[in-house]
């Protein structure tokens, strides 16, 4: 077979085989299809169909077609991302600021310091720990990783649950906005490369000049216009953020949070968004899947991703408990928005990968925290549900 011809072989079974498995298993209750194609390529990872079938595997994702697979991963999260970052809108939040500050604050650092704990004691073993990365990056990046709330599928879980538009589902919106944010600024953080400073510091002062150039010149064409110019504008900023060691994905969010939503049709944007992880997001998870390992035993990276999850849920539950005694919330209401604020899935995973790529974490590590996103996420809608049922 050709390279095209299996490259396509790939595609169908990217695109197929996840949504056989969905439609005909109906697991759109507890887990939407996004959860179902990251669980696939899981699977279809060097870790159960490499290790299951290593011929077969060797044969389909031989290298120029992971090239070809990669390329268009790299484009998709860019889009996710950037989406993402364009679909903010923190002026609810900041006429709100007392509740949201404190709700964002307790759901973002209380889990973050519980996972930190349980990175403290997975770095007590070899194997979890990058060779590029000092203890306070794997421990911090670990905590934050378990502190992520994933904005994108928020959205469409509380869709699917009939409360995104409602008041409840707004104020969890506003509340995730505000940690969306806090990821990035700790990612950046953590990447912060002392012997590249001054590139870094070229590039916020750079950034800074032309994205107030941008704003001018999307307000002064038309809507249509803005469209053409949103991937050009995407592909400059990612270019000019990886040249300075800060990663084209951090580039490709602040390229959309720096720009209106309102600017564009919200029905088109939807509509894109729905697109995006249609046609282009199921090959970044496959790109996922592939860098899934086991290097440090099956039953260590599941143990690890048992450990985390605890963390994850419970540190999310605990700082959203704390601000409801705080703000004196409705009994019950604080356990119904922790169990939501802790959905992660997409965005965990795009920020696992960065730390995966600058050799933070190593790729059992990355293998724990894509297990512990996907469960957490697979939690969600059957802990909410009833309780909205009975609210």
């Given at each position: 077979?050709?390279?095209?011809?299996?490259?396509?072989?790939?595609?169908?079974?990217?695109?197929?085989?996840?949504?056989?498995?969905?439609?005909?298993?109906?697991?759109?209750?507890?887990?939407?299809?996004?959860?179902?194609?990251?669980?696939?390529?899981?699977?279809?990872?060097?870790?159960?169909?490499?290790?299951?079938?290593?011929?077969?595997?060797?044969?389909?994702?031989?290298?120029?077609?992971?090239?070809?697979?990669?390329?268009?991963?790299?484009?998709?999260?860019?889009?996710?991302?950037?989406?993402?970052?364009?679909?903010?809108?923190?002026?609810?939040?900041?006429?709100?600021?007392?509740?949201?500050?404190?709700?964002?604050?307790?759901?973002?650092?209380?889990?973050?310091?519980?996972?930190?704990?349980?990175?403290?004691?997975?770095?007590?073993?070899?194997?979890?720990?990058?060779?590029?990365?000092?203890?306070?990056?794997?421990?911090?990046?670990?905590?934050?990783?378990?502190?992520?709330?994933?904005?994108?599928?928020?959205?469409?879980?509380?869709?699917?649950?009939?409360?995104?538009?409602?008041?409840?589902?707004?104020?969890?919106?506003?509340?995730?906005?505000?940690?969306?944010?806090?990821?990035?600024?700790?990612?950046?953080?953590?990447?912060?490369?002392?012997?590249?400073?001054?590139?870094?510091?070229?590039?916020?002062?750079?950034?800074?000049?032309?994205?107030?150039?941008?704003?001018?010149?999307?307000?002064?064409?038309?809507e249509r216009d803005r469209w053409y110019a949103l991937p050009i504008w995407l592909a400059a900023c990612g270019l000019a953020a990886d040249w300075a060691g800060i990663h084209y994905m951090v580039g490709a969010f602040l390229a959309g949070a720096v720009l209106d939503g309102h600017w564009f049709d919200q029905r088109r944007m939807d509509e894109f968004r729905d697109t995006l992880l249609l046609v282009l997001m199921p090959v970044f998870f496959l790109s996922t899947g592939l860098r899934t390992q086991w290097d440090v035993g099956g039953i260590a990276v599941f143990a690890a991703a048992g450990?985390?999850?605890?963390?994850?849920?419970?540190?999310?539950?605990?700082?959203?408990?704390?601000?409801?005694?705080?703000?004196?919330?409705?009994?019950?209401?604080?356990?119904?928005?922790?169990?939501?604020?802790?959905?992660?899935?997409?965005?965990?995973?795009?920020?696992?990968?960065?730390?995966?790529?600058?050799?933070?974490?190593?790729?059992?590590?990355?293998?724990?925290?894509?297990?512990?996103?996907?469960?957490?996420?697979?939690?969600?809608?059957?802990?909410?549900?009833?309780?909205?049922?009975?609210?």
């Open positions: 077979m050709t390279t095209t011809e299996i490259f396509l072989l790939a595609m169908l079974l990217i695109f197929g085989a996840p949504f056989l498995v969905w439609r005909l298993l109906r697991t759109d209750y507890w887990a939407p299809l996004v959860v179902v194609q990251i669980v696939g390529g899981i699977l279809l990872g060097p870790g159960v169909l490499g290790a299951a079938f290593p011929d077969y595997y060797a044969f389909v994702f031989r290298a120029d077609v992971i090239a070809a697979l990669n390329g268009i991963a790299w484009w998709a999260v860019m889009l996710f991302v950037f989406v993402a970052g364009l679909e903010l809108d923190l002026s609810q939040a900041w006429r709100q600021r007392r509740e949201t500050g404190v709700t964002a604050g307790l759901a973002l650092v209380v889990p973050l310091l519980a996972g930190a704990a349980a990175a403290a004691v997975m770095l007590r073993f070899p194997g979890w720990a990058g060779p590029a990365a000092a203890a306070w990056q794997v421990v911090l990046g670990i905590g934050m990783a378990c502190a992520v709330t994933a904005l994108p599928i928020l959205v469409l879980l509380m869709d699917k649950l009939a409360i995104l538009r409602a008041p409840l589902g707004q104020r969890i919106l506003r509340y995730a906005s505000l940690d969306d944010i806090a990821i990035w600024g700790v990612l950046a953080l953590i990447l912060l490369d002392w012997e590249r400073v001054g590139r870094q510091a070229m590039f916020l002062i750079g950034f800074a000049l032309v994205a107030w150039a941008m704003r001018r010149l999307m307000r002064a064409i038309d450990l985390l999850l605890v963390a994850s849920v419970g540190g999310k539950l605990a700082g959203v408990a704390l601000a409801g005694r705080i703000l004196g919330w409705a009994k019950g209401e604080a356990l119904t928005i922790g169990w939501l604020l802790q959905t992660k899935a997409l965005i965990m995973i795009v920020f696992a990968n960065i730390l995966l790529d600058r050799q933070i974490i190593t790729s059992a590590t990355f293998t724990a925290l894509l297990l512990m996103a996907v469960a957490s996420t697979m939690l969600t809608v059957p802990m909410v549900a009833p309780r909205l049922r009975r609210a």
